[in-house]
Nanobody, 123 residues
């Protein structure tokens, strides 16, 4: 059973920054592709970013490209999401996920999910 625990969410003003972390319990973390998704109230879950197992390749949703950066530290079993120039529309619960599909933006292709961390951006 893989456990993923997100942290780093909070309340920030528009234009500000936050860094989310996701710690994995899995000893084989370094072979998993990791992704970040988000879900705003009343909306469907949407893809944010994904990173390959080696960290060498990434892919972003168009809405966050140029503002968000996904990275990972396999020695620490942790994946990060640096969020800059935040906008009110970025307000959501952010989830990290682990899976074997390469750079997938589809939530169904991820096997394990964290409990989520709330990000609120005020205008």
């Amino acid at each position: 059973q893989v456990q993923l625990v997100e942290s780093g969410g909070g309340l920030v003003q528009a234009g500000g920054s936050l860094r989310l972390s996701c710690a994995a319990s899995e000893r084989t973390f370094s072979t998993d592709n990791m992704g970040w998704f988000r879900q705003a109230p009343g909306k469907e879950r949407e893809f944010v970013a994904t990173i390959s197992w080696s960290g060498g390749n990434t892919y972003y949703a168009r809405s966050v490209r140029g503002r968000f950066t996904i990275s990972r530290d396999n020695a620490k079993n942790t994946v990060y999401l640096q969020m800059n120039s935040l906008k009110p529309e970025d307000t959501a619960v952010y989830y990290c996920a682990a899976g074997s599909s390469y750079l997938s933006s589809r939530g169904a292709e991820y096997d394990y999910w964290g409990q989520g961390t709330q990000v609120t951006v005020s205008s």
